[in-house]
């Protein structure tokens, strides 16, 4: 009997635990193998990721932040966007109220925290685009080809990462309207 209830239990809760979730680390984030580790020099992970033929994409995050789940569980994990992730970005995890050093294009250093607040970043998940290549002067917030605040469904994310890669902040079109203009072309 007792043996019973815990093969019911233990498969109950494998049934609840979504089947293609990251694991978390000590400080409560997920860790996807698409993350990567860096010295957090903004300029050098930049021309790094550069001559990867990579872009940077920083994700702030924070720890039981909802949102931030629901990416790693339902969104992150589908092929394209897994794909893009390990392949097109140089992906940097930033703890919203962390205290690993960054320094930016302009050489100021700041703790996660302080930087967070410095590139206005409020929210988790959010996501900042860098530029291909570092800029001569001014900040990531200046120079961010694009900043993506809040959890998304899988469609917006992968235009967003895809419209990133094609330079779509450079042309005159919107975001929405390009989003717009797939998804018409994907119904014909």
Known sequence: MMKTI???????LCVALPAHASPV?????HKPDWIVETFRDMRE???????????VLLMFEQRGCIYCTRMHENVYPDPEITRMLSEDYMVIQINLFGNVPITDFDGTTLDERDMARRWGVVFTPTLIFAPESPPESG???DAAAMV??????RGTTRLMLQWVLEKG?????????YVARMLSNSAD
């Open 139 to 141: 900040t990531m917030r």
């Open 6 to 12: 815990l093969t019911a239990a233990a498969t109950a």
């Open 148 to 153: 993506m605040p809040g959890a998304f469904e």
């Open 169 to 177: 902040y450079e042309s005159e079109e919107h975001f929405q309207h």
């Open 45 to 55: 992970d930049v021309e790094d990721a550069a001559a990867e033929g990579k872009r």
């Open 25 to 29: 680390g000590e400080d409560g984030l």
